[in-house]
């Protein structure tokens, strides 16, 4: 397994230099963001001054080679907007949007579990269209909106919520209610189909006949072989949600990784977008290795095979 | 297997099931470290549209920064009353010219910084050689002086002497804008927290979440209401305006009459005023018959009324009232589209290429309603018998039509901006939005640039009057813009707090100007 692990991390390296290489470049592209730090009326003296300040005035590939060298000493540079570390400010975001993104994961993951497997015991049943229901609406509702309508009834109507924050345990509730739904309303349904076509297999027939239990049959049998799709679903929707969770953040005023790419790429904060992005990549590889052990551990036929000689 | 050997627990979900409840154990431990921010009777709380990039002092003609620091943390010399226009002693109590070039200003006594370290013209003139004339490159400087350089001399503890290359006539205005900071401070490098002479110091910044000021008991003045401010942030403005509902704040900054906060919002005159700039470099806007054309097209009236409940005046010049330059007997060019189509069709009949597209160019969310307001100036335009094409930008691609060097387009560009009066004088406007070489300007002619060349060096009455020529002129003889409407601001309030806000509210809001209102 070390081995694997150490292969998928080499693996990982070259996209990350690619990824690096294409922020760094896309951003250039953008053109100088003199002219969104600078009064409106500033004399072109001032415009090459802050082009000159910031570096901005060298050849791309000097600025390139600049910025290879900080990345590998861990200095992502300043922020043009705030003068801040832009390495401590993504990371000072990150752990927001982690907390967000893992909490929400994690439910959504359970109550997709119980819902599909529930379903799944008799298809076309009551359960299974009322979950079919609440699946397909839960994975259309747009979050924007959903947000909003959260705010407007629990917390101006029944005054029961913070409308944002992340003052107290209830300033959580919106957030991972509006992230949640839709990835809900996903593995319902990709659960709901691999157990349905799981529980018609022999071997549960076989499990059955030899006077296992429902519940065993359920857990121990059919989903430890349908929860490989669902894994992997599962896998992406969370890379989406560590990406950002950007309509999310900026509603209800979550201090995340999402909110403040978007802020430095219309500011054209070039250090801060750089590290932000960096560091989600990162954290990305990191979670596909994860959900790739882990499918390993469901299952032995994607296991890594280590031959002893 | 019997069933007595079944797990209490279904083995596939252990892992899940723990790890939710370390997740939100994590997040309680988070949450658990947050100040739940509760109402209290002596703290107002304000909820601002975006997170100050800095408290910098010299960046303080920022909104998002000036919003926070100015007259609150920090104070200038001299403040310009946003009711009369007059400009009124703060740290400076006189001021007065004493040659042409050349200003003397006595400082205020018994006035110490929040580090303890005494006001006194050496800081003053600290001040001013830091925000103009260092390496600094602070946004002020660009705001106001440009790249002049000031001669800055400390005569005595209290007496200042500012010595300008030029004569200049508005530097006690220009003066206005420099909040005053203490030797202490870095002159090589800015500063986010910064020190002054204000009611209230900077008590803690999480970054991200919220800025806690608290009242300083050596302030020179009367002591505030409030002993603490809190500002958080939100993008959204219903959810600002949610957060008055709701009594999480106080204060909400910039909401949309959309917003729906009934009884608790609070329009105020914010100093803004939209309109339309037109290139007069490409076909059909180099004709004056199409630029005139266009203002009687667009019906300013019906805008204001449908689209802003009344609550915008139709402008007929770039200034407000209340703004030194402004002409009050102009009137805003009446709704008349068969005027407008006659126009049209008589430039067309000169040879003028009328269906040559205009890019009516629009920058994104720049304020309430904009998309709707673009939409009904194209439709507007295009009853007129003109081509319009919608161009919606970000920020970015926006500016790059805004500001010189202008960008290349297909065509003629009418640009919609949104200009700022809060300097509070009309030069500050005409030197950039009508002057032939102008950031902001597509053209001008020779006799208007000496029209301005004269206002600017005039003073007293004699200027006000030159500059209430120059926006007459421009409406005759240049038509480089089709006004649309002075704009008012909306601040949520809740009935808890008492404050009237005024046109500088956006800009610099005063704590120390809000008390309980029980």
């Known amino acids: ?309 | 297997m019997t069933s007595s050997s079944k797990p209490p627990f279904p083995a596939l979900l252990k892992w899940p099931a723990l790890a939710s409840v370390a997740m939100l154990g994590l997040s309680g431990c988070s949450v658990a470290n947050s100040d739940a921010g509760a109402a209290s009777s002596n703290t107002v709380r304000v909820v601002l549209g975006q997170e100050p990039p800095t408290l910098e002092a010299c960046e303080s003609n920022l909104t998002s920064t000036g919003v926070v620091v100015r007259s609150n943390v920090t104070e200038p010399l001299i403040e310009r009353n946003p009711q009369s226009g007059e400009l009124e002693p703060k740290l400076a109590t006189e001021w007065k010219a004493t040659t042409d070039t050349e200003w003397t200003l006595k400082l205020r006594e018994g006035v110490t910084f929040q580090d303890g370290t005494p006001f006194n013209a050496e800081a003053a003139a600290f001040t001013i050689e830091r925000a103009v004339n260092s390496k600094l490159g602070c946004n002020v400087e660009g705001y106001v002086f440009g790249d002049a350089d000031l001669a800055v001399k400390a005569v005595d503890a209290t007496t200042l002497t500012v010595t300008t290359p030029e004569p200049d006539p508005i530097l006690p205005l220009r003066l206005s804008f420099l909040e005053v900071v203490p030797t202490s401070t870095s002159a090589t490098e800015k500063v986010r927290e910064p020190i002054g002479t204000g009611p209230y110091k900077i008590e803690k910044w999480d970054a991200g979440q919220k800025i806690t000021l608290s009242s300083w008991d050596g302030y020179w003045g009367d002591k505030p209401a409030y002993a603490k401010a809190e500002y958080q942030w939100r993008s959204e403005s219903s959810v600002r305006a949610a957060m008055i509902t709701s009594g999480e704040a106080d204060v909400a900054m910039g909401l949309s009459p959309d917003d729906n906060i009934g009884g608790l919002g609070v329009d105020y005159p914010n100093n803004e005023t939209v309109a339309l700039r037109l290139d007069a470099n490409e076909a059909p806007l180099n004709d004056i018959r199409v630029r005139q054309a266009i203002n009687y097209a667009l019906d300013k009236e019906g805008i204001v009324n449908s689209l802003y409940q009344g609550k915008h005046q139709v402008a007929a010049q770039l200034v407000p009232e209340g703004i030194v330059g402004h002409n009050a007997e102009l009137k805003g060019w009446p709704f008349d589209l068969d005027k407008a189509k006659s126009l049209v069709a008589e430039a067309k009949a000169a040879g003028v290429d009328t269906s040559a597209q205009i890019s009516l160019v629009v920058r994104s969310a720049q304020f309430p309603k904009i998309t709707e307001l673009a939409q009904v100036l194209q439709e507007q335009l295009s009853q007129a018998g003109l081509n319009v094409k919608l161009k919606m930008l970000e920020t970015s691609q926006h500016l790059t039509y805004q500001v010189r060097p202008f960008a290349d387009d297909e065509g003629a560009v009418a640009l919609m901006t949104q200009h700022g009066n809060q300097a509070g004088d009309a030069a500050f406007t005409v030197d950039q939005y009508m002057l032939s070489t102008g950031a902001q300007s597509y053209f001008g002619t020779p006799e208007f640039d000496a029209m301005i060349k004269k206002a600017d060096a005039a003073s007293g009455e004699e200027r006000k009057k030159d500059f209430e020529e120059i926006f007459a002129y421009q409406n005759d003889k240049v038509v480089q813009f089709a006004h649309i409407s002075h704009q008012t601001g909306i601040i949520g309030k809740a009935k808890s707090v008492n404050y009237t806000p005024n046109s500088s509210s956006g800009d610099e809001l005063r704590v120390s100007e809000m008390t309980p209102a029980n």
């Open chain 1, 1 to 309: 397994m070390l081995i694997y692990l150490r292969k998928r991390i080499v693996s990982s390296a070259l996209p990350l230099v690619v990824v690096i290489v294409g922020v760094f470049a896309l951003a250039r592209m953008t053109g100088n963001p003199a002219s969104l730090y600078l009064p409106l009326n500033a004399t072109q003296q001032m415009r090459d001054d802050f082009t000159a300040r910031n570096g901005l005035d060298q050849p791309l590939l000097v600025q390139m080679a600049d910025y290879f060298g900080g990345v590998l000493r861990l200095d992502f540079g300043q922020s043009l907007r705030t003068g801040q570390d832009a390495a401590a400010m993504a990371l000072r975001a990150f752990p927001a949007t982690l907390q967000l993104a893992a909490t929400t994961m994690v439910l959504a993951v359970l109550l997709a579990l119980v819902v599909g497997c529930w379903a799944a015991l008799k298809p076309n049943g009551i359960a299974d269209r009322i979950s079919s229901f609440v699946s397909m609406a839960a994975a259309s509702i747009p979050d924007f909106w959903l947000a909003i309508v959260g705010i407007w009834v629990f917390a101006i109507t029944l005054g029961w919520l913070p409308t944002s924050g992340v003052s107290g345990a209830g300033a959580w509730v919106l957030p991972i209610a509006t992230l949640l739904l839709r990835p809900f309303g996903v593995l319902v349904q990709i659960v709901r189909g691999s157990m349905v076509s799981a529980l018609s297999e022999p071997y549960i027939k076989l499990a059955r006949s030899r006077g296992a239990g429902e519940l065993r049959v359920v857990t121990h049998h059919a989903l430890r072989n349908a929860a490989a799709p669902a894994l992997t679903v599962a896998g992406d929707l969370t890379v989406g949600l560590v990406n950002g969770a950007v309509v999310v953040e900026t509603i209800f005023g979550w201090p995340g990784i999402g909110k403040l790419m978007i802020d430095s790429i219309l500011q054209r904060d070039f250090a801060v977008l750089q590290a932000a992005v960096l560091l989600t990549a990162v954290a990305i590889f990191a979670l596909n290795i994860l959900i790739d052990m882990g499918y390993a551990l469901l299952d032995a036929r994607v296991r890594p095979v280590t031959v002893k000689a």
